[in-house]
């Protein structure tokens, strides 16, 4: 069964929850049911869940997860073999 991503973001962060779920789609469209903004009910928070799993919170990281770093991780959840391209090379 595919997973689903869901991205809940409080309103302020919509549009980055926006360009992150953009960005899977574009990278992983085949490998998902679904990518759902859904809002956060608690002021400040920003987190990422894959099938329920919280798989990313912005209070805890202390700041936003870079997309190649989102990437990463959700292709290591849905296709560990899926090359990611530049987004793959170490820094």
């Known amino acids: ?6 991205i ?3 309103c302020n962060w919509l549009l980055h929850a926006a360009y992150l779920a953009q960005e899977l789609l574009t990278t992983f469209s085949e490998y998902f049911k679904a990518v759902q903004l859904q809002p ?3 002021a400040r928070k920003f987190t990422i869940y894959i099938n329920d799993v919280q798989v990313f919170d912005r209070t805890e990281a202390a700041g936003f997860i870079e997309i190649k770093t989102l990437k990463r991780l959700i292709r290591d959840y849905v296709n560990p073999n899926k090359p ?8």
């Open 84 to 91: 990611l391209g530049h987004s793959d090379k170490k820094m």
């Open 8 to 10: 809940a973001p409080k």
């Open 40 to 42: 956060s009910e608690i």
């Open 1 to 6: 069964m595919k997973p689903v991503i869901v």
